[in-house]
């Protein structure tokens, strides 16, 4: 549903089917308007289950307090799950602020924010999200507003532009 799940290379690792554990997890933290944007395990013997979460849909970010009830909810499932045969690390946080915008909920989840798109004609295009639709994106360069069609962007990054931060 317009949402990234990445396979684990360690999926003997795991008694329950990822899938299952995804559904299972995005059931609770729907409540809080999030899913699960990224599940993935790193390592064997002593694995790492990193759990990324995300805003169901729209512009703005996972608040502090969402990422903390999200991380004992979804340590509290997996406890009671139970889906590794040994002990392991939990890590849950965000998918961060630079992304491929691969779908149309990470495109609506960029609106006001610097994006990079590389056109099929290998032009580059930087800019501010402005406006997103089944057919086109809108991104306002330097003040003026230019339409790209979807079909003609071969990657598109959301970015970070940090040169107007306060110290």
């Given amino acids: 549903m317009g949402k990234m799940v990445i396979v ?9 089917p990822q ?3 995804v559904r299972e997890l995005d059931a609770l933290l ?4 999030l899913l699960v944007e990224k599940f993935s395990i790193l390592g064997r013997s002593n694995p790492t289950l990193v759990v990324d979460v995300d805003l169901l849909d729209g512009p703005g970010s996972v608040t502090g307090s969402q ?15 139970d889906p590794v045969k040994c002990p392991y690390t939990l890590e849950v946080g965000t998918a961060g602020a630079c ?3 691969t779908t149309p909920r990470l495109w609506r989840r960029t609106l006001g924010l610097p994006v990079s798109l590389k056109l099929t ?27 790209v069609a979807l079909k003609s962007i071969e990657t598109a990054r959301s970015r970070v532009d940090i ?3 306060e110290e």
């Fill in 121 to 147: 004609s290998r032009k580059r295009v930087n800019g501010v999200l402005k406006a997103v639709d089944e057919e086109n994106v809108t991104v306002t360069i330097e003040g003026k507003d230019l339409q």
């Fill in 163 to 165: 040169s107007n931060m």
């Fill in 8 to 16: 684990a290379k360690e999926k003997n690792v795991l008694i329950i």
């Fill in 67 to 81: 990422l903390e009830s999200a991380t004992r909810l979804v340590s509290q499932k997996l406890d009671e799950l």
């Fill in 99 to 101: 992304r491929e915008l």
């Fill in 30 to 33: 729907g409540d809080l308007g």
């Fill in 19 to 21: 899938s299952e554990i």
